[in-house]
């Protein structure tokens, strides 16, 4: 891993902060706060710290509400919290843990029990991080598998709630794969649906863009902050990319090639039930279908 780690110190006493600043900066990047809020901010943003140095006894809001938001927060919950307070009373300790701390260091703190305590918890969200994402990544593929799909998909609808910005999904349904798989042999199947997702990721461009295999041959595009006309061009695009493969295809009565369906849907605002846009998808992928395949199909907005 070629990025350092990241630990967000929250204490209201500048000298505090300094002292463990300068005690850090050689291994992680560090970044502080002087405010329960302003750590909230950071740890919410598109780059959150791996770790949290948390002081108890703050002004307006104190740690114990610092970490009990961050631990009700499904984008921060996974952060581990390190508290570092003078309140060293077993009580205390035990009220830390219960709210999900997972380390208590006591004021005055000495620096070598500091880096060892933040080295050894960094290590282990470090091996958590790589477990996880393994655990989210197609086995045939390499592309997100369906569990990170459903994840992210609800991740998504809630920011779109926060936000107010746009959803899109494409669903993608490699045309007459049967056919394929029956005269090639299921190696060969399996190529075909790595290449297929390779070529659907190069026509991605921004990072919060996702391809994931939904299941069999069909993949899924999660398009945030994207409208109707803008996911209809990317799934034009992943169409035009596929063709360009130039997979060959002689069984599909569609063309020489490997080509794909695509149904489009976008939801504007989060109205009822997030499946509700995935069925539009779907429905607009068989309406692909219906037309003859090698197409993009759009559905009404959902409302």
């Known amino acids: 891993m070629n990025a350092k780690a990241s630990v967000l110190i929250v204490d209201n006493t500048p000298a505090n902060i300094q002292v463990l600043a300068e005690a850090l900066t050689a291994d992680y990047r560090v970044r502080v706060a002087s405010q329960g809020a302003k750590a909230l901010e950071i740890a919410r943003s598109t780059d959150p710290p791996d770790l949290i140095l948390l002081d108890v006894m703050m002004p307006e809001m104190d740690g ?5 938001q961050l631990k009700a927060d499904e984008r921060t919950n996974g952060i581990p919290v390190i508290f570092v307070t003078a309140k060293s009373g077993i009580e205390d300790e035990a009220h830390g843990r219960d709210l999900g701390t997972v380390d208590y260091i006591n004021k005055p703190f000495h620096l070598p029990v500091v880096r060892a305590r933040v080295k050894a918890h960094i290590n282990l969200k470090l091996k958590t991080d790589l477990l996880e994402n393994l655990a989210q990544i197609d086995g045939l593929t ?6 990170r799909f459903d994840q992210l998909f609800a991740q998504e609808w809630a920011r779109m709630g926060r936000e107010n910005k746009p959803l899109a999904l494409s669903m993608i349904d490699v045309d007459h794969f049967k056919a394929y798989n029956d005269h090639y ?15 659907l990721q190069r026509t991605l461009q921004r990072p919060a863009d996702l391809a994931a295999r939904y299941g069999g041959e069909e993949l899924v595009l999660v398009l945030p902050n994207t409208n109707g006309p ?10 035009l990319e596929i063709a360009a493969a130039g997979l060959a ?6 063309a020489d090639h490997i080509t794909v369906s695509i149904g489009v849907a976008a939801a504007e605002v989060p109205a009822g039930d997030p499946q509700r846009l995935l069925a539009a998808a779907d ?13 993009c199909c759009t559905a009404p907005c959902p409302g």
């Open 64 to 68: 114990y509400q610092v970490c009990q």
């Open 142 to 147: 390499y592309i997100p598998n369906r569990r």
């Open 185 to 199: 042999g299921h190696g060969a199947g399996d190529d075909c649906l790595r290449q297929v997702a390779a070529a």
């Open 230 to 239: 803008g996911a209809c061009t990317i799934a034009e695009r992943a169409r």
């Open 249 to 254: 295809h002689a069984y599909s009565p569609t």
């Open 283 to 295: 429905q607009a992928l068989y309406q692909a279908k219906r037309d003859g395949r090698n197409r």
